[in-house]
């Protein structure tokens, strides 16, 4: 019995399948990390141009520089990115229903 273990299964097989399980371990954990670092640094730099827009809405509506610090730091209860979404829908929703319409002149 004990022939046909080691003829099946050499110690040099088995320490090749034991580099090649741990080299695909180093792999794995080396492209996790580097996929973690983009997304988060890709997040991070989203959040930045939303914050940069909405600053830009806010000063191009005529808001003065405390109002426009007053909202950026109010929180909403939900985390920075949705309050962040949820300020730029409003602010463009608002900016829309405000837009000057064309009054029907007296006849």
């Keep these: 019995m004990h022939e046909v273990a080691t003829t099946r299964y050499s110690s040099e097989f088995l320490a090749l399948c034991g580099m090649a399980i741990g080299l695909v371990a180093i792999v794995g954990a080396i492209i996790l990390s580097v996929t973690i670092v983009i997304a988060v640094y890709k997040r991070r730099t989203l959040l930045d141009e939303m914050e ?56």
């Design 52 to 107: 940069a827009t909405i600053k830009i809405e806010m000063v191009q509506r005529g808001m003065s520089a405390e109002d426009v610090e007053r909202v950026l730091q109010a929180k909403m209860g939900v985390s920075r990115a949705k309050s962040l979404a949820n300020l730029f829908e409003t602010i463009s929703s608002s900016r829309k229903s405000n837009a000057p319409t064309q009054k029907a002149k007296p006849a």
